[in-house]
């Protein structure tokens, strides 16, 4: 389905896998890219379930925009282990201008694609995403 602000259609593939992760938590992450050329967002990579947080943050170019969704499983203060999956908007300080803009206008309409977000972060550097800060978020 195309979005009239920013022209993008998101390919099926994405909302598929999202679908795989939440209901049988198939894939413990999944990095979302933009195709300008095609003009729609397509899964570039999926990570597997014994992949770590490490794993998922290493996948995410350090110069270039992405979407991501993220499955974290944690414990309550009660000792009841819990899951929240995570969408995390990526925009790097170093990514180009036209790459942030063209992330930053097609991330509502892609984000209401996956149903059965819990989180939304935004982050420029690695530190805005630390385990430590999905943490607080999540509980």
Request: proline content about 4%; glycine content about 2%.
């Amino acid at each position: 389905m195309a979005n009239a602000a920013s022209g993008m259609a998101v390919h099926d593939d994405c909302k598929l896998k999202f679908l795989e992760l939440k209901a049988k938590r198939t894939y413990r992450f999944i990095v979302y890219k933009i195709e300008e050329k095609q003009k729609q967002v397509i899964v570039e990579k999926l990570g597997e379930p014994a992949n770590s947080y490490e794993d998922f943050t290493a996948s995410l170019p350090a110069d270039e925009c992405r979407y991501a969704v993220y499955d974290f499983d944690f414990m309550t203060e009660e000792n009841v282990p819990k899951s929240r999956i995570i969408f995390i908007a990526w925009s790097p300080d170093t990514s180009k201008v036209r790459n942030k803009m063209i992330y930053a206008s097609s991330k509502d309409r892609f984000k209401r694609e996956l149903d059965g977000i819990q989180v939304e972060l935004q982050a420029t550097d690695p530190t805005e995403m630390g385990l430590d800060v999905i943490r607080s978020r999540s509980t």
